[in-house]
């Protein structure tokens, strides 16, 4: 998709040229005197719009207006989050449409995280996933124009940020989505080395022989009832000097999870090919990254893999050595994504990180506990903490965050290795996280549980490319170099080296 924006007043947007217009109408609305606010007057007054969010009145073949379609939308006081509800609510029409040629303009300018929230609407309503089907979609939305009231260098760099954004979700949307015998952890590896090719970005790839050396038993064991070998993906961004030490993204690439010997029920497995949603996100923030080339360091780790029955497979009470040394006793063969987080977080050790964070669709616990809004987020460091709570507000892509009392790791004893991989059903999603934390000691540590929010079901089922904007958002306040968005709270500490 080819996003653009662009100074456009109301009378301006009376002679544009797209197949259909947006039109977000906001509070404090003054009509001129052009065709476009004569309308909105008219409608406001007849109260057949109003300004709260998520309002829509469809118009077709106004006079003096050239967009065929025109959607007059409320959008409250123009929060981030009143555009976010104004176009999730218009998309719908504007899909069914066949729009190909959109441009959405405001009565008045958006703050840039509003603007941020437009741009990633717009695309979020639009995407169509197409990669295996026969048939390609006949017409999709090609181009979308931004016309905002003024463009300055903040609304521009908004829009930047915004764009690069859509590209890394869309990039996350893709891998998530694709069948498990189209994403294999050798096609995920890939795709790493194909964003490689970009400036600044390196990548190794790593298969069983490499790992077996690096001594990741644990890992290891959950790729060995599967034929597709396993993959260890290490991207580089470098964007600041070798002696700043990077933020270690590591996202859970399990390509395919039946549960092992341990195996899930079969109603909805087809769901467990979104169990490498994390590494999907890694992989969109390294796109992103590509494009906007922030002053910070930043390197993802992938450890991909399936997780398959077999007469070699890793069996309940098996023990394997970790790479930390730590002796793991797989009590239940489905509790695979920690067996391959932990060695991945022993090996982020050794680039001294400011802050790691694994990205994981861990537990079905973390999404009875907070459903499909927010993310479960863990972290050892206040500092870090409060930095990606905030980065998730500010990007819309929300999270929030749980305990890590040493008590809840009582179930995780064993009587014959240094841990056991479960512990009893209660608090699930804070046992794993306990479990992760005795891997992640040496620097400060988060991890984002998004088993519910990863992709959605039912009629919507896909992947819905969470947390890349959370983490983007982290990243770029982290390298200061996003001045033109500042958080609208007071700063609450978010240097992650405190
Ligand atoms: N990939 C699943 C977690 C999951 C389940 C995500 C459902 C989204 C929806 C993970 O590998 C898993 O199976 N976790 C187990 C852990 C249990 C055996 C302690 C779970 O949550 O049931
Ligand atoms: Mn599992
Ligand atoms: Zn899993």
């Known amino acids: 998709m080819n996003f653009e924006i662009t100074p456009l007043s109301l009378a301006g947007a009376c002679q544009d040229k797209s197949d259909a217009l947006i039109v977000l109408v906001s509070e404090g609305f003054k009509p001129g005197k052009d065709a476009l606010s004569q309308l909105i007057g008219h409608a406001l007054q007849a109260k057949d719009l109003e300004f709260k969010a998520g309002k829509v009145l469809p118009g077709y073949l106004a006079p003096g207006i050239h967009a065929a379609r025109i959607w007059l939308v409320g959008c409250g006081q123009g929060s981030a989050a009143s555009v976010k509800t104004a176009i999730s609510a218009v998309m719908p029409a504007v899909k069914s449409a ?97 964003l490689a090719k970009s400036a600044k970005l390196t990548c190794q790839v790593m298969g069983p022989k490499e790992v077996a050396k690096l001594g990741m038993g644990s890992f290891m064991s959950v790729a060995q009832g599967s034929r597709e070998p396993l993959r260890f993906i290490v991207l580089q961004y470098q964007g600041a000097s070798k002696q700043q030490s990077p933020v270690v993204l590591v996202g859970k690439g399990i390509t395919f999870d039946t549960g092992g010997i341990s195996m899930k029920p079969a109603a909805e497995m087809d769901e467990m090919k979104f169990d490498m949603s994390g590494a999907a996100s890694v992989l969109g923030v390294f796109k992103a990254l590509g494009q906007l080339k922030p002053s910070i360091n930043v390197v993802g780790l ?81 500092a870090l903490a409060a ?64 088993a519910g929010t990863a992709w959605k079901n039912g009629a919507a089922k896909g992947a819905t490319g969470r947390p890349v904007g959370l983490l983007l958002q982290y990243l770029l306040a982290h390298s200061g170099s996003q001045a033109s968005v500042k958080p609208r709270k007071a700063k609450t500490g978010v240097s992650s080296r405190a």
């Open 98 to 194: 066949q729009i190909v040629n959109l441009t959405v303009v405001m009565v008045s300018s958006l703050d840039a995280v509003a603007l941020q929230a437009a741009v990633q609407g717009v695309a979020d309503g639009s995407y169509v996933y197409t990669t295996t089907l026969s048939k390609p979609i006949a017409r999709k939305l090609k181009k979308v124009r931004f016309g905002v009231p003024v463009l300055n260098a903040v609304a521009q760099t908004a829009f930047d940020t915004a764009v690069a954004t859509v590209s890394g979700v869309e990039l996350a949307k893709e891998w998530a989505n694709r069948p498990a015998n189209h994403a294999t952890p050798t096609l995920l590896a890939q795709a790493a080395q194909q």
């Open 387 to 450: 930095a990606l709570l905030q980065a998730g507000e500010q990007a819309l892509d929300l999270c929030w965050r749980l305990p890590l009392d040493d008590d809840y790791a009582e179930g995780l004893k064993s009587n014959f290795a240094d841990v056991a991989n479960v512990g009893g059903r209660a608090g699930g999603a804070i046992t794993a996280a306990k479990f992760l934390q005795r891997f992640a000691a040496s620097y400060p540590w988060a991890h984002l549980d998004i």
């Open 302 to 382: 992938i450890p991909a893999c399936e997780n398959m029955p077999d007469g070699l497979a890793v069996k309940p009470g098996d023990v394997v050595t970790s790479m930390s040394g730590q002796t793991i006793e797989i009590l239940n063969t489905d509790a695979e994504g920690r067996l391959i987080l932990c060695d991945a977080l022993t090996y982020a050790e050794r680039f001294k990180p400011a802050a790691v964070i694994d990205i994981a669709t861990l537990t079905g616990a973390c999404m009875v506990a907070l459903g499909a809004v927010r993310s479960g987020l863990f972290a050892s460091n206040d």
